[in-house]
């Protein structure tokens, strides 16, 4: 298998084959983000990918998910998605799903009907970084993407078959408002019935731009009292319609979440509101990672 860079995969992916479709990240401006920097986006040659897989049907006996890496393969048009869809189709019968990074800005470039001909072709599940709920917050890190955008992105991909897990971050406002962050966000994860939610907490590693933000003090981390407590108030009012399964058990997070919104909501703020008493629940910082 032939990669280029360093590879960047959800925890839920752990298990997964991971093939390279692109390289780096269409966007790539995130102020807080340092996963594709060194990268200059390009489409890699399908025939390429092709290859890959080949090579992984004769190493492994069983594959049974596949990952598509890089930062947003929804990007591709559907001519080259669907011929590395298809391909694994006919060699890897036994895979039970095939998911992707992709933006909420792609997914709404595409029509209906060509995402329900890759959910037809076994694209089952997109990543989508949301980050906030907050108009300011997008703005400020660079997202790239609207409050709106990201809503109507997610809401299209559900609507033609294709789940979502949504990823937010908790601490990225900062000191700076962040209960508007935590509200906004709440609101969103309600507005756009997304299948999967999860949450990490803000970490700045080089070469995140924010980092020089940080380091000229224009910039604060929240401490780990205040995440539980802008997490907590985000509970308040993430109350989605549609059942929708919620983790925060990422390596960056100080508490480990894990239910059904918005079933467990109140479970989750008193749990939270329980470790905001005791500091020895929250996982020692030695311990947090990306």
Not at 73 to 83: P, R
Request: glycine share 6%; with cysteine.
């Amino acid at each position: 298998m032939r990669y280029i860079g360093n590879i960047y995969r959800p925890p839920s992916e752990a298990y997964s084959l991971l093939v390279q479709v692109t390289i780096g990240c269409t966007h790539n401006k995130c102020t807080f983000c340092n996963m594709f920097k060194e990268k200059q986006f390009r489409v890699r040659d399908p025939q390429e990918v092709l290859e890959d897989l080949a090579w992984a049907r004769q190493k492994y006996r069983r594959v049974d998910r596949i990952f598509l890496c890089d930062g947003d393969a929804l990007c591709l048009t559907n001519s080259k998605l669907l011929v590395i869809l298809n391909y694994i189709k006919e060699h890897f019968p036994e895979c039970e799903r095939v998911t992707a990074y992709g933006r909420a800005s792609q997914a709404l470039r595409k029509t209906d009907e060509e995402l329900q001909e890759l959910r037809a072709h076994g694209m089952t599940m997109v990543y989508v970084g949301a980050e906030s709920g907050s108009a300011r917050v997008l703005e400020k890190v660079n997202k790239g993407e609207t409050r709106e955008e990201l809503i109507e992105g997610v809401q299209k991909l559900e609507r033609n078959g294709i789940q979502t897990s949504v990823t937010f971050i908790s601490g990225l406002s900062g000191q700076d408002g962040w209960e508007e962050h935590a509200i906004e966000t709440g609101k969103m994860i309600a507005e756009m019935n997304a299948s999967y939610v999860s949450l990490l907490t803000l970490m700045l590693e080089h070469p995140a731009p924010m980092l020089e933000e940080l380091r000229n003090g224009t910039f604060q981390y929240l401490t780990p009292e205040q995440v539980l407590q802008e997490t907590a108030l985000m509970m308040e009012y993430a109350r989605p319609e549609k059942s929708c399964v919620f983790r925060s058990n990422h390596a960056s997070n100080y508490v480990s979440l894990r239910g059904n919104l918005p079933e467990d909501n109140d479970r989750f703020i008193e749990e939270l509101h329980r470790c905001m008493k005791n500091r020895g629940m929250l996982k020692d910082e030695r311990f947090r990672a990306l």
